[in-house]
T-cell receptor, first 110, second 114 residues
Framework: DAKTTQPNSMESNEEEPVHLPCNHS???????IHWYRQLPSQGPEYVIH???SNVNNRMASLAIAEDRKSSTLILHRATLRDAAVYYC???????????FGTGTLLAVQP | KAGVTQTPRYLIKTRGQQVTLSCSPI?????VSWYQQTPGQGLQFLFE???????NKGNFPGRFSGRQFSNSRSEMNVSTLELGDSALYLC?????????????FGAGTRLSVL
């Protein structure tokens, strides 16, 4: 299973944009890039996913590098509710399993 | 549409006992996956069921088992409980098990083994 590398923690101020990076240099051509987040005392929550092109939804944007070896999750205006652990996951291979890494703990300051 | 429901929410057992956890997926979802979350190991994949068949399995001992019923509801069982089995057990459902499918998680069952 291909692995991802994320910073352990990041800080942001409320109402400012946040860029959460993820490196996945061993990604294969058919691996999807998924982002989930886990708020305190809750199960993980889907944020966004993509294959090659940049993606937008109501929660966030996903920018995927041209070589697909890295991606960035963009929260356009952070709120206190966005404080969570964000997981970048590659889904593919023979099993399509979701393999969670350690994620990035995002703190949002008022 | 109702979300993924896990029961019970909290459970206390003693070493050597066995436990069964239940997961009701979102209506229409055929794939159910189970995860164990601990402070030390993070979120680890246990197994996935699709249409009553186990599709994938993580690296857990045989004491951990599961099954899926014809209505897609799933149960996981842990036999001969050990202290290290104390964890949050999460269930997730998705329409299918393809790599582009979104998984929807329940709130989890918090198991404490004394």
């Amino acid at each position: 299973d291909a692995k991802t590398t994320q910073p352990n923690s990041m800080e942001s101020n409320e109402e400012e944009p946040v860029h959460l990076p993820c490196n996945h240099s061993t990604i294969s051509g058919t691996d999807y890039i998924h982002w989930y987040r886990q708020l305190p005392s809750q199960g993980p929550e889907y944020v966004i996913h993509g294959l090659t092109s940049n993606v937008n939804n109501r929660m966030a944007s996903l920018a995927i590098a041209e070589d697909r070896k890295s991606s960035t999750l963009i929260l356009h205006r952070a709120t206190l509710r966005d404080a969570a652990v964000y997981y970048c996951i590659l889904r593919g291979g023979a099993t399509n399993k979701l393999i969670f890494g350690t994620g990035t703990l995002l703190a949002v300051q008022p | 549409k109702a979300g993924v429901t896990q029961t019970p929410r909290y459970l206390i057992k003693t070493r050597g006992q066995q436990v069964t956890l239940s997961c009701s997926p979102i209506s229409g979802h055929r794939s159910v996956s189970w995860y164990q979350q601990t402070p030390g190991q993070g979120l680890q994949f246990l197994f996935e069921y699709f249409s009553e068949t186990q599709r994938n399995k993580g690296n857990f001992p045989g004491r951990f088992s599961g099954r899926q019923f014809s209505n897609s509801r799933s149960e996981m069982n842990v036999s001969t409980l050990e202290l290290g089995d104390s964890a949050l057990y999460l269930c997730a459902s998705s329409l299918d098990s393809g790599r582009e499918n979104i998984q929807y998680f329940g709130a989890g069952t918090r198991l404490s083994v004394l």
